[in-house]
């Protein structure tokens, strides 16, 4: 058993539904700096708390931004955690040559390479979020992907109505819908990503997935859409006529 006392442990967002963000601050309680969705997680203490009020801050890190947050709306996330540390060991450990592989997980080596174009937010201001609809039996959830979100990979769907367009993609391991317009190509990240998959995946080919078939946009992200007032009537109107028809 692992002496837990010199692990760096990692927590996760606790006690939010779907749709809810927890603000991080540059300093507590002033100034938004990025939303972290209902359900973050990999976030990392910085051993600094204030209290101001009633109400207790923490300082952490997450995804490259770092501010302070409220203290009780996290939990340990005890498979991050053991993740992490086992990157750390393999990065510390002589024996390990190549530590660009290290962390790179088992069940992503072998198989076809496959060239996946990554995307980035575009046009949203600190405070605010690209919603993506998560398909989620007869309804669909909300998660807030926020305004500095990398790594978003397209996986291969769209659906169109006039000038607007939503496109299916994979963040933060859930698969959703998001607005088109709202992300942008990000080519150093592709290429990056593309050379480690061949690199530490041992895999070859290669398929290119930018591309994009025109699909129905599923009823239950549409009804969401509609409620949330996202959308004009004329734009609903056609992407329920798509439904329909399908």
């Known amino acids: 058993m692992p002496n837990r006392g010199r692990e760096r442990l990692l927590y996760r967002v606790q006690g939010m539904d779907a749709g809810s963000v927890l603000k991080m601050y540059k300093e507590p309680g002033k100034e938004v700096l990025v ?39 996290l939990e340990e996330d005890p498979k991050a955690t053991e993740a992490a540390n086992m990157r750390r060991q393999c990065l510390a450990d002589p024996a390990v040559a190549d530590k660009e592989c290290c962390g790179y997980p088992e069940g992503a080596k072998g198989g076809l390479f496959k060239s996946i174009p990554v995307y980035e937010v575009q046009g949203l201001s600190a405070g605010e979020s690209l919603m993506m609809y998560v398909d989620h039996g007869d309804n669909a959830i909300a998660v807030e992907i926020p305004h500095s979100g990398s790594s978003i990979v397209k996986l291969g769907q769209r ?75 004329e734009t609903v109107k056609k992407l329920l006529e798509q439904a329909g028809n399908k």
């Open 35 to 73: 939303n972290l969705p209902h359900n973050a997680t990999w976030i990392a203490r910085r051993n600094a708390q204030m209290t101001v009020g009633d109400k207790v801050w923490e300082k952490v890190s997450w995804d490259d931004q770092t501010g302070w947050v409220l203290s009780d709306a």
């Open 159 to 233: 659906a169109e109505a006039g000038a607007f367009a939503m496109e299916r993609v994979r963040w933060a391991g859930q698969n959703g819908w998001v607005d088109a317009s709202k992300m942008t190509y990000d080519e150093e990240r592709t290429k990056a990503g593309d050379a480690k998959r061949q690199k530490c995946g041992g895999v070859s080919g290669g398929v290119d997935f930018r591309a994009s078939e025109v699909v129905c946009l599923p009823a239950p992200v549409i009804r969401r859409l509609q409620e949330s007032g996202a959308l004009d009537a």
